[in-house]
Nanobody
Framework: QVQLVESGGGLVQAGGSLRLSCTASGSIDSINAIFAMSWHRQAPGKQREFVAASYGSSTNYADSVKGRFTISRNHADNTLYLQMNSLKPEDTAVYYC??????????WGKGTLVTVSS
């Protein structure tokens, strides 16, 4: 089992920046079995959507955040980051961290709220 805890959300003005963190914990075997981590978000009244992913040395981004958001992963302390720059009101959402292990089991955090004011 893997537990994920997000942090770093808050209220920011449009054009501002935030850095989200997601710390994974669990047994050594469960942590080592993670091969991909990602960020997703869910705005009020909308479905959860993909934001960015990190797997191996590769990253992938939703078109809506390309050039503004950067995902990174620190394997030493099992932490995933999302640097969000040039934030827009439409980025307002609850941001969730996901980890997928080699058996295709998905783990989710409880989310952190990001509110961007215009």
């Amino acid at each position: 089992q893997v537990q994920l805890v997000e942090s770093g959300g808050g209220l920011v003005q449009a054009g501002g920046s935030l850095r989200l963190s997601c710390t994974a914990s669990g047994s050594i075997d469960s942590i080592n079995a993670i091969f991909a981590m990602s960020w997703h978000r869910q705005a009020p009244g909308k479905q959860r959507e993909f934001v960015a992913a990190s797997y191996g040395s590769s990253t992938n981004y939703a078109d809506s955040v390309k050039g503004r958001f950067t995902i990174s992963r620190n394997h030493a302390d099992n932490t995933l980051y999302l640097q969000m720059n040039s934030l827009k009101p439409e980025d307002t959402a609850v941001y969730y961290c996901n980890a997928r292990d080699k058996w295709a089991t998905n783990y989710w955090g409880k989310g952190t709220l990001v509110t961007v004011s215009s």
